[in-house]
């Protein structure tokens, strides 16, 4: 290994020892970085990889709130601005009793490389809380949301900082955080957040545009390898948002989509996913996905046990969509896959795929398209959100999907073309690491030591 990446990747780790998800995700960024890091031995004289790997600013803050029974509850809230080298700090909130310091500085990464690769002027940052959602009254969400922002507020603005959404945060929570903001503010402005409702200045296509975005970089890199999507067998670990519309936009390229999941489990159906129905069940009722078994009673639940491969991946498929949360592949999960017969792997969350599986699948010529690359149509429509607010102007839906493909076009062809520069073959986590990080690391340089 390059001699200042090992140095700067022990610093991380004695540093941030605590820390095990950011910890990862520097190993898998920087580790990929070797050949470009080969080429600039400059970066080591202004310490570039030292600040790159450190946030700009993390914002930790108590909100309190309370609860239909009148008492009180204290939970954590965080803000990560990672990186404003290219633009202002651009991520989503997540709410979700897994969330802490070690997964906002992660995702906030992460999401610096995600927004490089946009092409879009858009730096990287994260936030949240460990505040659980689900099984929450809409008024303990909204007491819950304006305490949040009573702090968040202090820390962002459309030039500085713009939060979406993201787990646990939808157009609810986010009409509740920006009906506080415009409360606090005394003022409309309308790009401070994004993932909004149309009636207050969201964007068409916002919803579903990471996973039709996920659909549109798979389709690109399975066509650059001779392969394509009408009549694969796709499987999606998730029911949230971004598996909703990626499963919609890869019945619509021919694919069939059989599995879908949720924590405690996932259903099968060999005839294909009723999509209209888990669509009214996960974005209007809020069950869990076992009641699909209600309307389809010769579908197939299977449930999750602890320790073991999540019961969606034991189902063989060609393709193969992590759409949940970080880590859900591992190494034996990978195993199985590739026993399977697997071709693809589309990551639609962050960072699902552990760095022991990454190896092992690119080993076996499985197609793996990385998070930062391929979940990144998202945020572009966020951008694309935050440019018509702007503009005090609204796009068609048709125009901003037409945008959505030409930037997950564009992203691809960036991923392949470094791939083919460094030599990197399938490599397309290596190479939408350094494509996205040449960018940010330009930008640095530019502006000198801060």
């Known amino acids: 290994m390059n001699s200042y990446v090992e140095q700067t990747i022990k610093r991380v780790i004695e540093k941030n020892g605590h820390e095990p998800e950011f910890i990862q995700a520097v190993k898998e960024v920087l580790e990929s970085l070797e050949p470009v890091i080969d080429q600039h031995k400059e970066y080591q004289d202004v310490s570039l990889l030292e600040r790159l790997v450190e946030p700009e600013r993390i914002i930790s803050f108590r909100v309190p709130w309370l609860d239909d029974n009148n008492k009180v509850q204290v939970n954590r809230g965080f803000r990560v601005q990672f990186n404003g080298a290219i633009g202002p700090y651009k991520g989503g909130l997540r709410f979700h009793k897994s969330v802490n310091q070690s997964i906002m500085k992660f995702l906030a990464f992460e999401q610096t490389f995600k927004n490089s690769l946009t092409g879009l002027p858009i730096g990287g940052g994260k936030g949240g809380s460990d ?94 390898n001779n392969k394509n999507l009408k009549d694969k067998i796709v499987t999606i670990s998730g029911s949230g948002n971004v598996a909703i519309y990626a499963a919609q936009k890869a019945m619509e390229m021919g694919a069939k989509v059989v599995a879908m999941s949720d924590s405690n489990g996932c259903i099968y159906d060999g005839k294909g996913i009723d999509l209209d129905l888990i669509k009214q069940l996960k974005e209007v009722e809020r069950k869990r996905i076992k009641e699909y078994l209600l309307k389809h009673s010769d579908a197939k639940y299977m449930e999750n046990i602890i320790g073991q491969t999540p019961a969606v991946y034991t189902i063989k498929a060609d393709i193969v969509l992590p759409c949940a949360t970080q880590n859900d592949i591992n190494l034996e999960t990978a195993k199985l896959l590739v026993q399977n ?19 092992y699948l690119i080993q076996h010529n499985v197609l793996l398209a990385p998070a930062k690359a ?31 493909n030409d930037i997950m076009t564009n992203i691809f062809k960036m991923c392949y073309d470094t791939s083919k520069e460094y030599n990197l073959g399938i490599n397309y986590v290596a190479s939408a690491n350094i494509a996205g990080f040449k960018k940010v690391a330009n930008a640095m340089m530019a502006q000198g030591v801060i």
């Open 131 to 224: 505040f659980d959602p689900k099984g929450k009254s809409d008024n303990e969400i909204m007491r819950f949301c304006q305490s949040f922002m009573n702090e968040l507020q202090k820390h962002i603005n459309h030039n500085l900082d713009v939060p979406a959404g993201d787990i646990g945060v939808g157009a609810r929570e986010i009409g509740y955080l920006f009906g506080q903001y415009r409360r606090i503010k005394n003022t409309f402005e309308a790009g401070v957040l994004t993932g909004k409702d149309l009636s207050y200045g969201g964007s068409l296509a916002r919803k579903e545009a990471t996973g039709f975005g996920l659909m549109y970089f798979m389709r690109e890199m399975l066509n650059a």
């Open 374 to 404: 391929a979940n990144a149509g998202g945020v572009a429509t966020s951008a694309l959100e935050m440019s018509q607010n702007s503009m005090r102007y609204a796009w068609t839906f048709d125009e901003v999907d037409k945008k959505l």
């Open 341 to 359: 017969g697997v071709i693809a792997i589309g990551e639609g969350a962050n960072m699902p795929t552990t760095i022991e599986a990454i190896d």
